[in-house]
């Protein structure tokens, strides 16, 4: 999610998605009624070039394949589903005005997204002010918004799981925190801070910061050193966990590492998980991250993952593992989704109170809204992992 060179497009480019014609009767009729429309704020290029190809494109090629596959089968309510995507460019700014766009021009139902965190919350006012319902695919601190709906359990319930597990799993006492300045990072490191508050005998001993630009992280980690941790806890997303790595391991560390929600993803083992596996680091990720490594009867790996594999395969031809953004966008279209079946409209008021009545099982937990508390997950249920093997696996003491 951290870039280090942005670079933009000519405009946001939109792009609209919708199934193919096909001969069963049933699907005619539906792709010759008024289409639902859906919208998506993706960061398809930008910081670098690695958040598009890494990111935004898998949430992308996600969200596409549900709503082909929905509409082959009839569309929902009878009537075909256009998606149309905006490419944010990774910048809050064009975010916020992709998000004008898709709600003054293409009429949307609903919003999904964004694909990082700054951009999310630069979308949140223009859904609450213009009464659309948002379904946010990324960890967030937000306060209640009535229009605003989260996937998973959020910022603080994962950062009190991080908590629990540093103390009474890693039975760390004394805990540094290394975290990037973006919205993510600076979220992650605060509430993890306030969990070890309460957690009597346990103390931060430093907390350094770092921008995703910076050249080198060796000054946050030579006070870290000196601060004699037991543990580092790490909260960044893969890119900039990658960087924080290959510093660790040039000035000699061997502190052991947890590293947060956002580390475990596919950038991070290309670029880092040698160093991960050689020394040992722990991270709490998404179950979709070690999906493949369950057993074959287990209902997350059989209900879930593999039937999604088996489409994203269909539509793309590629059998990579699916990545938590992948995950994470599944879970935003199939709510919008479920929402549409029980409002039995796409009426924007209609669908919003459909969202605090449904109960969906997904990826990155289950969605159970109600009119008091939008944040879909009750708990934080991710998974201990560590790289072995040149791959993610799951902890074991």
């Given at each position: 999610?951290?870039?280090?060179?942005?670079?933009?497009?000519?405009?946001?480019?939109?792009?609209?998605?919708?199934?193919?014609?096909i001969a069963a009767p049933s699907v005619r009729a539906a792709l010759g009624a008024e289409a639902i429309r859906l919208g998506a704020v993706l960061s398809l290029s930008g910081r670098g070039g690695f958040v598009g190809p890494?990111?935004?494109?898998?949430?992308?090629?996600?969200?596409?394949?549900?709503?082909?596959?929905?509409?082959?089968?009839?569309?929902?309510?009878?009537?075909?589903?256009?998606?149309?995507?905006?490419?944010?460019?990774?910048?809050?700014?064009r975010a916020a005005a992709a998000a004008q766009r898709l709600i003054k021009e293409r009429k949307v139902a609903a919003i999904i997204g964004a694909s990082l965190v700054d951009s999310t919350l630069a979308v949140i006012p223009a859904c609450e002010r213009e009464h659309v319902?948002?379904?946010?695919?990324?960890?967030?601190?937000?306060?209640?918004?009535?229009?605003?709906?989260?996937?998973?359990?959020?910022?603080?319930?994962?950062?009190?799981?991080?908590?629990?597990?540093a103390v009474h799993t890693l039975k760390a006492k004394r805990i540094a925190v290394i975290y990037s300045e973006t919205g993510y990072g600076q979220a992650g490191a605060r509430d993890f801070s306030a969990s070890i508050r309460k957690i009597a005998g346990v103390s931060i001993v430093a907390q350094e910061g770092f921008n995703?630009?910076?050249?080198?992280?060796?000054?946050?980690?030579?006070?870290?050193?000196?601060?004699?941790?037991?543990?580092?806890?790490?909260y960044a997303d893969?890119?900039?966990?990658?960087?924080?790595?290959?510093?660790?391991?040039?000035?000699?560390?061997?502190?052991?590492v947890l590293g947060s929600h956002g580390v475990p993803t596919p950038e991070f083992l290309a670029l880092a998980g040698a160093t991960a596996e050689e020394y040992g680091w722990t991270m709490?990720?998404?179950?979709?991250?070690?999906?493949?490594?369950?057993?074959?009867?287990?209902?997350?790996?059989?209900?879930?993952?593999e039937p999604f594999l088996r489409l994203m395969k269909e539509r793309y031809g590629r059998s990579a593992a699916l990545s938590v953004y992948e995950g994470a966008a599944y879970d935003g279209v199939?709510?919008?989704?479920?929402?549409?079946?029980?409002?039995?409209?796409?009426d924007r008021a209609a669908l919003r109170d459909a969202l605090e009545r449904i109960r969906w099982k997904g990826f990155v937990g289950p969605f159970a809204c109600s009119p008091r508390d939008h944040q879909g997950a009750p708990e934080d249920n991710s998974a201990a992992m560590v790289v072995?093997?040149?791959?993610?696996?799951?902890f074991s003491k």
């Open positions: 999610m951290k870039g280090l060179i942005a670079f933009s497009l000519k405009a946001a480019s939109i792009v609209c998605l919708c199934g193919p014609m890494l990111v935004g494109t898998p949430m992308k090629e996600a969200v596409t394949a549900v709503i082909d596959d929905k509409n082959r089968k009839g569309g929902i309510l009878g009537r075909p589903v256009k998606l149309f995507i905006e490419n944010d460019e990774t910048s809050p700014s319902p948002m379904i946010v695919t990324v960890p967030l601190v937000s306060p209640f918004n009535k229009w605003i709906f989260l996937l998973g359990a959020g910022d603080v319930r994962g950062a009190e799981h991080m908590a629990d597990f995703t630009s910076d050249a080198s992280v060796t000054h946050q980690l030579e006070r870290i050193k000196e601060a004699d941790p037991d543990l580092i806890v790490l893969g890119a900039s966990a990658a960087v924080v790595a290959k510093y660790y391991k040039q000035l000699g560390m061997a502190t052991p709490i990720g998404d179950r979709i991250v070690i999906a493949n490594q369950l057993p074959p009867s287990d209902p997350y790996r059989k209900d879930l993952y199939m709510v919008a989704i479920e929402a549409l079946k029980a409002a039995g409209t796409d072995r093997n040149g791959a993610y696996v799951p």
